[in-house]
């Protein structure tokens, strides 16, 4: 940064310099303006950044006092260095640290009032800290306003710490409002929160639990209140779920975290309450018996919170053109979400998801003190890869049948191409076997609750965050106007203590609306502003409109958009089965196996077929995986992928039939993937394989599905 520069003469200053211990308080003020502040007000409009880095209360308050107190000591200790120098020295450089730090003070409103070219933006600043550099050396009354400025290097931390949004992290015990009068009706409470379950996904033709397919569904619905119109406010678990918990509509740029949610089911039962939960992906339970040990990249050093702030503190000063040199600072990264994120679902649903809710099932029973037990189980979400009878297999990459991620169209992202409806229909194929094991989970559920006697006395709710959609041409999460029947229906069942018989409520229902109901069959008085109803009310009216939010971009996922819908809209069921002639309601879930362009020739023979050679091979993705098939250990590879080459040769994909060991075991269309490649992929059942190696052989389908066409491989 250029500096104007004076040694002391007859003419300049007009009174002595200062004194050092006085120009070092200069410089302590000044590098407040310069570096602190900026960070304090930026940061402290975001506390997100402070829980997405797990920073405890003592860590933020380390933190202020550090760039109070740091950033200063730099220029000083190089003037107190130059003082060695001889005072002409020391006073050069007490007059460019004072340049230096003015300019730096300027940059940032600069760029935020104009776009300047960098060369000229830091043009600026210079003469800026120059000509205030030139103030400091010849007028007195400049040196004393810096000497009164000094008191802003205790003012600007104490204001970021308890006058800021940042406040309720330091004091993160004033901000909880948990339920202190008693409960009236304090009564077991199970809650169960299913990811990514669609609603139309359970319903047979007559807008009915389908019984045939998931008998554990049927029976739930058959003993407590199915609230037929549910719909989630959020398509995107981070928000949903907080938005299920708090009885609050989404708000923007809050980490589901206690620290921003201290208002919960959990924190209104947890006086009275004994906690047992479940909480793989947020972390809104407070209370001791909640605490989980740290993922590595939450044990975050405090060096590593300042380098962060550091780097945001870079960017307000580098001119936009230079900013893509600097570490992207998209919100995500600023406030560390993507990290977040990553410990908090990816890894999750990686781990083993049936497993984790089935020991939390065998958890239950009978207590001395109330208790809640509460699981968010990540099922039926993707990926999907678990067979009804919980046997895992090789689950296909994320793009397999979806086109490849598109930053720069929201809606794109996860999305069916509107020409591989076989894609769609072959994912939603698999989702609804996972939903089977969905379903034999709450079987389980339910059967612990009958053997442990607390089926009758409990407070039992079944719903999900959000839903899924399959529809080719579509967003498989991202909530659309045109999606919205597959991604906000949800089911919600609700058991009340003592509560035998089934009925159905058509009112229009909210997830938000789920705590007021908890709350009031237990008799407990919530004490934060809320926005759902309680719906156990007869009388409660279901409302003129449904909202729901959305992430407004890819690179901003917790910056929401909002979509308004009528209330009387009904759940369009059928557009959910958009592919519901190959996967007929009413049959069990297993059957779903048997479909593709040719069921019947599943179970057949190859060498009962007529067979005829083709001028194309399949190549087999994983073949490898064959050779030594380990049952019951380990996944099963029932997943069979490949490409049929070369593609010339080839006028359209074909339809397949994939045999092991000589029996055909499925059936499938053949996709132009994202590479322009002719690909195919089908799922087989986990009966197909035997214990060590396994032959797999892939033919195409001549017209009218009788003939096999040899694919040599």
Known sequence: MAAVTAAPSSDSPRRPPPRLAAGALHLFALSGFAVAQPLYDLLGRYPTFFVAHGAAPATIVGFAL??????????????????????????????????????????????????????????????????????????????????????????????????????????????AAGATQPIARPVPVVMVVFDELALGALLDDAGGIDAGRFPSFAALAAGATWYRNATTVADYTPVAVPALLTGQLPDHNRIPVSAEHPDTLFSLLAPHYRLEVLEPVTQLCAAPSCARPPADSERLRPALLVGDALVIWLHMLAPPAWRTQLPDIGRQWTFRFEHWLKDNLTAPVRG??????????????????????????????????????????????????????????RQAMLAWPADNRAGAAAEQQRYLLQLGLVDRLLGRLLERLHATG?????????????????????????????????????????????????????RSVQTIDVLPTVAALLGAAITWRIDGVDRHNPAAPGGTEKVAFTPASLDNQLDLTKLTLSAERPLQAAGWQAQAELFPPGTPVETLLANGPSPHLIGQRVE??????????????????????????????????????????????????????????????????????????????????????????????????????????
């Not at 984790?356 to 029973?365: K, P, Q, Y």
Request: proline share 10%; with cysteine.
């Open 608 to 713: 009962q077929l007529v067979r005829r050679p083709t001028p194309f091979r399949a190549e087999l993705f994983d073949a490898a995986l064959y050779d030594d098939v380990r049952r019951p250990r380990g996944a099963v590879p029932a997943f069979v992928r490949g490409r049929l080459m070369p593609s010339d040769a080839i006028d359209a994909p074909p339809p397949l039939a994939i045999a092991v060991n000589g029996v055909i075991a499925a059936t499938t269309d053949s996709f132009i993937g994202s590479d322009g490649r002719v690909q195919f992929g089908a799922l087989l059942p986990e009966s197909a394989f035997r214990a060590g190696a396994n032959r797999v052989e892939v033919f195409g389908i001549a017209i009218g599905g009788q003939i096999l066409l040899r694919l040599d491989q």
């Open 454 to 506: 607390l089926y009758d006395d409990a407070l039992l709710i079944v719903t999900a965050d959000h839903g899924v959609s399959f529809r080719p041409g579509e967003s498989q999460r991202f909530l659309t106007a045109s999606n919205a029947d597959d991604i906000l229906w949800v089911p919600l069942f609700i058991k009340a203590p003592g509560q035998r018989d089934g009925l159905i409520d058509d």
């Open 66 to 175: 550090a760039f109070a107190v740091l950033p200063p000591l730099l220029p000083i200790a190089f003037t107190t260095v130059a003082r060695l120098f001889g005072p002409r020295a020391w006073w050069a450089a007490q007059l460019l640290c004072v340049s230096g730090l003015v300019g730096l003070t300027v940059l940032p409103p600069l760029h935020r009032a104009v776009a300047l070219p960098p060369s000229l933006a830091l043009g600026v600043a210079a003469v800026a800290g120059g000509l205030a550099a030139r103030a400091y050396a010849q007028r007195h009354a400049v040196r004393q306003l810096c000497s009164l400025l000094a008191v802003t290097a205790v003012i600007f931390p104490l204001v970021f710490l308890f006058h800021s949004p940042v406040a309720s992290l330091v004091r993160p015990a004033a901000a």
């Open 352 to 409: 083993d998801r049936a497993g984790s809710f089935a020991a939390f099932v065998e958890r239950i029973a009978p207590q001395p003190q109330p208790t809640l037990w509460f699981a968010h189980v990540l099922l039926p979400h993707y990926p999907y890869e678990y067979f009804p009878s919980g046997v895992r297999y090789n689950a296909p990459p994320a793009d397999f049948h979806r086109r490849p991620l598109d930053l720069d169209q």
